[in-house]
């Protein structure tokens, strides 16, 4: 009564060049590889990912070729664990479900058929199961391409953030040093047949300030640089090593096969040998009510 069921795994990494400051994603690489206690935590901010809500609505709402039709992957999805549900039980019924509740419903299926795992060298696994090998191929390739495209988008956005920020501070820090400058220049004029003990001291704090100013402008125009070249690369955060392959299958016990095979013969058995004796009875019956008859 059970199905075959197909394991797909895919190995990926999170690319320390590429990954944002901050990230969760950032936080894998700093963790994955140290004690067990980082290893948990790491491990627990990789299945967040991939037990997100939106993320796995997000993973079911595509559209995938069947048959030379485009039909939505959520109905392969409830479909296929609709094979998984023993005869007596009731099956999701696609044809009368909403689009919304068809997404909902194989979401829900996804967070319980996929798992993630952190290895000691940071290497990260995507693990996922369905009754049919090029569904469950699928659901893995299509859940690493969201989580690719979530942190590019992630990394992006953000990049975009700091040059908004870097630019408004270095207009700012650029409008205090010239007021700086000017105002040393003007102090420096007015006070210039003064002593030099009298104008001294002013002159170094005015003369501090503009190098403090100047050391700020330099530094925010190296993190403009950054930002800008953050977001003019295209380097995925997520690096992929494997590919999304058929890691293991799981088949219906042949020693539970046998046994229910030999209960059913039993069954059938009994089943057949009481519709002989019922019309056998039957038969002596009808024959000594005509011969009553006769008589």
Not at 144 to 155: A, C, T, Y
Request: aromatic share 8%.
């Amino acid at each position: 009564l059970t199905p075959i069921r197909y394991t797909a795994k895919s190995v990926f990494y999170p690319d320390r060049e590429a990954t944002m400051s901050g990230s969760p994603l950032e936080l894998l690489t700093a963790g994955a590889g140290a004690a067990s206690a980082n290893k948990a935590g790491a491990l627990g901010i990789l299945s967040k990912v991939f037990d997100s809500r939106s993320m796995t609505k997000l993973v079911v709402s595509h559209k995938v070729d069947k048959d030379g039709e485009k039909v939505f992957l959520a109905d392969l999805i409830i479909k296929d664990n609709n094979k998984s549900f023993k005869p007596w039980q009731s099956k999701d019924d696609v044809a009368n479900m909403s689009d919304a509740s068809r997404i909902e419903r194989a979401a829900a299926i996804i967070r319980g058929g996929c798992f993630a795992i952190v290895d000691e060298s940071g290497f990260m696994s995507l693990t996922t199961n369905a009754n049919n090998k090029e569904l469950a191929l699928l659901v893995n390739k299509i859940m690493i391409q969201e989580l690719i495209k979530f942190n590019f988008d992630k990394k992006t956005e953000k990049a975009a953030m700091d040059m908004r920020f870097i630019s408004h501070r270095l207009d700012s820090v650029s409008s205090i040093y010239q007021g700086v400058k000017y105002s040393s220049a003007n102090y420096a004029d007015a006070n210039k047949y003064m002593s030099k003990a009298i104008v001294k001291i002013p002159m170094e704090d005015l003369e501090e300030q503009r190098k403090i100013l100047q050391a700020r402008y330099t530094k925010l125009v190296e993190l403009q640089e950054q930002a800008f070249l953050r977001l003019q690369t295209d380097k995925p955060v997520i690096q992929l090593l494997d590919a999304p392959f058929i890691d293991s299958s799981t088949h219906a016990s042949t020693q539970g096969a046998a046994i229910i095979g030999a209960i059913m013969g039993l069954v059938l058995s009994i089943i057949y040998s009481l519709r002989r004796i019922i019309i056998r009875f039957v038969r002596t019956e009808i024959a000594k009510n005509k011969e009553e008859e006769k008589e």
